[in-house]
């Protein structure tokens, strides 16, 4: 956790009501140098349940927080819980189940992102996220799944010879560093099994700004994780970057009357109306309530994954390069780009007799 105010005291208690041997549970809450009252939050919660113990993560990153409490764990199984979602009460009893079934070296989970007593927010951009149009199309993390699956985006609960076999996280990343451990333990030829009866509950960003935000930090993660790992790579996750390259490219090219304006006007109002048949769809799920946010909410989620990706890749170039060529070429380009638009005149607009 890292400023978890809002949300510890939920976490601590959905596993502190664990419908399993309580002498069997160690919870280890490792925080990541938090400024708000997280630390007290929990301190008073462990002088009640003497299973809770805090420690210091003074890397504040999640993987430099996960390793921390993976050197620290004494269970032959090891659950990784997000400090702003929280679990049933039958999430470690059915994880030890499916171990012993299974014999799976890794568990996953489906995630449920839209909760109720959320604010309205928060529950549109979870009906957004977990739409067909808001996240990775060959990811089973918001659908109900039972069965042997790729652990990228799901694995979460590990036996402990896991990490013997394959290390720890890698604390060079920022984010996306679950999704980089899972690849070594695939590639590993590790198993993972899924069950949505391990579902775990996760409060979605409160703001457009946040998710934003929170979708450009993924991605630019992402982006490096493609450079590392290929294989956990899927075009779908570059889709919204390769969208705004073509989009800037005719947008450029329009205002340097290189191509028409009815091209990038097109590709807006293809984008526009694929938000609209997605929220659509999700209200149809969700409630109609949410319709007028949700093409907001995808447009936070698309634009943010494309300034993550590009500024991956920009940041990738710069260290090749140097950058001073390409950022004077920008420059120039821009320079021509605001010539050209600042002395546009599009034909005034009639309406039709």
């Given amino acids: 956790m890292r400023n978890e105010e809002h949300c510890v005291a939920e976490t601590l208690r959905s596993l502190i009501a664990q419908d399993y041997p309580p002498e069997r549970v160690e919870i280890l809450v490792v925080d990541g140098q938090s400024t708000d009252a997280s630390r007290e939050i929990t301190a008073r919660m462990?002088?009640?349940?003497?299973?809770?113990?805090?420690?210091?993560?003074?890397?504040?990153?999640?993987?430099?927080?996960?390793?921390?409490?993976?050197?620290?764990?004494?269970?032959?199984?090891?659950?990784?819980?997000?400090?702003?979602?929280?679990?049933?009460?039958?999430?470690?009893?059915?994880?030890?189940?499916?171990?012993?079934?299974?014999?799976?070296?890794?568990?996953?989970?489906?995630?449920?992102l839209f909760?109720?007593?959320?604010?309205?927010?928060?529950?549109?951009?979870?009906?957004?996220r977990t739409s067909w149009l808001g996240h990775n199309l060959v990811s089973p993390r918001y659908r109900s799944h039972r069965g042997a699956v790729s652990p990228l985006s799901v694995g979460i609960i590990y036996r402990r010879q896991v990490f013997d076999r394959v290390g720890l996280f890698n604390e060079g990343f920022g984010a996306c560093e679950d999704v980089e451990f899972n690849s070594r333990l695939e590639q590993a030829g590790m198993s993972t099994w899924s069950d949505s009866s391990l579902l775990c509950y996760y409060h979605p960003r409160a703001?457009?700004?946040?998710?934003?935000?929170?979708?450009?930090?993924?991605?630019?993660?992402?982006?490096?994780?493609?450079?590392?790992?290929?294989?956990?790579?899927?075009?779908?996750?570059?889709?919204?970057?390769?969208?705004a390259l073509i989009g800037v490219g005719l947008l450029a090219g329009a205002g340097l009357r290189w191509v028409p304006w009815v091209a990038p006007l097109s590709l807006g109002g293809a984008y526009a109306a694929l938000a609209a048949a997605a929220s659509v769809r999700a209200s149809l799920r969700r409630g109609f309530r949410y319709l007028p946010a949700l093409p907001l909410a995808f447009a936070a989620i698309h634009f943010g994954v494309a300034a993550g990706f590009w500024a991956g890749l920009l940041e990738e170039g710069r260290a090749r390069t140097g950058g001073a060529a390409a950022a004077l070429?920008?420059?120039?380009?821009?320079?021509?780009?605001?010539?050209?638009?600042?002395?546009?005149?599009?034909?005034?607009?009639?309406?039709?007799?």
């Fill in 207 to 243: 703001s457009l700004w946040a998710l934003f935000a929170q979708m450009r930090r993924y991605a630019y993660w992402r982006y490096r994780l493609l450079r590392s790992q290929r294989r956990a790579f899927h075009v779908s996750q570059a889709a919204p970057a390769i969208a």
């Fill in 46 to 112: 462990a002088a009640d349940d003497a299973r809770i113990r805090l420690l210091d993560n003074p890397g504040r990153i999640a993987s430099a927080g996960r390793n921390i409490g993976i050197r620290a764990a004494r269970g032959r199984y090891v659950a990784i819980v997000d400090c702003h979602s929280f679990v049933k009460p039958d999430f470690l009893g059915n994880a030890e189940r499916l171990f012993d079934e299974t014999g799976a070296d890794c568990l996953g989970r489906p995630v449920e």
């Fill in 329 to 353: 070429a920008a420059k120039r380009l821009g320079r021509r780009l605001g010539a050209r638009l600042g002395g546009l005149r599009l034909p005034p607009w009639r309406p039709s007799a």
């Fill in 115 to 128: 909760i109720p007593t959320d604010s309205y927010m928060q529950r549109v951009i979870g009906a957004a």
